[in-house]
């Protein structure tokens, strides 16, 4: 007798069990597929509202430099004189 008729003769004398542990192997498979699949949507969306932010934080450092710029230019200029370390 092969290994394969005893693998045929066991399924048939224990149907249930073999069944059950066919249905646990696809449901865990299933579940695997499904895990992977919403990390990558996941993913996806955070690369585009990280995207997103970026452009809005470089828009917006952009805005905040001009101002600064003309700031300055109403100040005129300063000059801060500072001691050295040896004093």
Do not use: W
Not at 39 to 60: F, G, M, S, W
Not at 65 to 74: F, G, I, P, T
Request: with cysteine; proline share 1%; glycine share 8%.
């Amino acid at each position: 007798m092969s290994i394969a008729g005893l693998v045929v003769k066991e399924i048939r004398y224990r149907k249930l069990n073999f069944a059950l542990g066919l249905l646990a192997v696809v449901i865990a498979t299933g579940c695997f597929a499904g895990a992977v699949t919403l990390l990558q949507v996941h993913d996806l969306r955070t690369r585009q509202l990280l995207t997103a932010k970026e452009t809005e934080t470089r828009t917006r450092l952009d805005e905040l430099s001009d101002a600064v710029r003309k700031a300055m230019l109403r100040l005129g200029f300063n000059i801060v004189i500072l001691p050295g370390r040896g004093m």
